[in-house]
Every structure is written in C-alpha cells, then in structure tokens.
T-cell receptor
Framework: DQQVKQNSPSLSVQEGRISILNCDYT??????FLWYKKYPAEGPTFLIS?????DKNEDGRFTVFLNKSAKHLSLHIVPSQPGDSAVYFC??????????????FGKGTLLTVNP | DSGVTQTPKHLITATGQRVTLRCSPR?????VYWYQQSLDQGLQFLIQ???????AKGNILERFSAQQFPDLHSELNLSSLELGDSALYFC?????????????FGDGTRLSIL
C-alpha cells in the first residue's frame, strides 16, 4: 500500500517557465511534509517543508502548497533553471506514538529543465 | 557536501554473506537514519537511532540490524544476503530526533549481490 504517491514519473519544462510537481497521500495522520531533490550519484538534499497546519510555504523560487482536504501537495519552482534538473521526492511524516515517527517517501519525479 | 560520510561507496558480495555499512553523521547531529532505495520500491525508511538508542523502526528485515556508537557513528549490518537485497543504502542525520525536520543524506553505499 503506497501511502505517498507521485503519479508523474517524469516532467519536462522549458527554462524560465514554472515547474509543478505533484504528490498525493492517503494517510490522514501525516502531519508534516518535505520535498527532497536528488542528483545522480548523490544523496537526497532537503528543499522545503510544510506543516499540516499551513497551506503554503515559500522559500525563494520554491513554494509548496498543501491541500489537506484533497490530501494533495505540490511543489512549484519559478522560474525553472537547468540546474533544477533532478529527481524530486515528496515525503510525509507521521508521529506514530510518543517519540516514534515514520517517514514515507514517494517514488520520485524526474524533472528535466531544457535550456 | 552534506557532511554525512558513508563507506564503502560500493560493495559486491554473494548470497548468504554478511556485510557492514558505516555512516558518520554531520558534526553535532545526534540522530542517524538508514534508508534502502531499490528500483521498484523507491526510498524506504529502515531504522533510526538517536544518541545511541533505537528511536524508530520502519521496514527493516530481521536479517538486518543497526547500532549507533558513543561517537555517534552508525553501522548497518546485513546478513544472510539475498539477491533482492541489492540496492542503494543511504544514511542521513539530523540534530534532533523528529522526522519533521530536514535530514542530511550521505551519498549512499551501492550493494550488489551476485
């Protein structure tokens, strides 16, 4: 059972335009969401996060939107740059009791930004 | 450079064998997390240690175990290896123990089982 889904395996965008990466989840107990970026042969790098009590968080060119009723979040990159080409992972965190947390990742979306 | 060091970068071994993967967290980080990334499963959380104690468990098999030492480095032990254990194993660290904070990942150890 995949609790965090990134339904688009890949996305191609022109430089300077907006990139929108989507993520859906099924577990209503998730209370924190994070986006990571991964280049080949490197580990994931944290990008931006959002708490379930918010619906938007912005950091420079990156904005994450959360729609709790739809169990959907999206990452907007504006403007997109060729260096943004990477695999983007959505992750969701759940406190499963006391100090126990779980972190569930989506399978990732490969973003290609064309010059 | 995330500051998280994983060794070795590559490991090739045979079925039935046992291997140990090592992780040095970022300076000052108390929490270490282990993940497995295989082609069909994506990134799977295995286990977390915080300041030497096990904090959270994910999809970790009984054949796998981990520990965190007093100097905060961690080792992931994989035994009775099977072909399906071939994957990229990542270690990550964070200052505190919650998952609701950014983790800093190493570049991974690629394990190939022949």
């Amino acid at each position: 059972d995949q609790q965090v889904k990134q339904n688009s395996p890949s996305l191609s965008v022109q430089e300077g335009r907006i990139s929108i990466l989507n993520c859906d989840y099924t577990n209503s107990m998730f209370d924190y969401f994070l986006w990571y970026k991964k280049y080949p042969a490197e580990g994931p790098t944290f990008l931006i996060s959002i708490s379930s009590i918010k619906d938007k968080n912005e950091d420079g060119r990156f904005t994450v939107f959360l729609n709790k009723s739809a169990k959907h979040l999206s990452l907007h990159i504006v403007p997109s740059q060729p260096g943004d080409s990477a695999v983007y992972f959505c992750a969701a965190s759940e406190n499963s009791g006391g100090s126990n947390y779980k972190l569930t990742f989506g399978k990732g979306t490969l973003l290609t930004v064309n010059p | 450079d995330s500051g998280v060091t994983q060794t070795p970068k590559h490991l090739i071994t045979a079925t039935g064998q046992r291997v140990t993967l090592r992780c040095s967290p970022r300076s000052g980080d108390l929490s270490v997390y282990w993940y497995q990334q295989s082609l069909d499963q994506g990134l799977q959380f295995l286990i977390q240690y915080y300041n030497g104690e096990e904090r959270a468990k994910g999809n970790i098999l009984e054949r796998f175990s981990a520990q965190q030492f007093p100097d905060l480095h961690s080792e992931l032990n994989l035994s009775s290896l099977e072909l399906g254990d071939s994957a990229l194993y990542f270690c990550a660290s964070s200052p505190e123990g919650g998952f609701n904070q950014p983790q800093h990942f190493g570049d991974g150890t690629r394990l190939s089982i022949l």
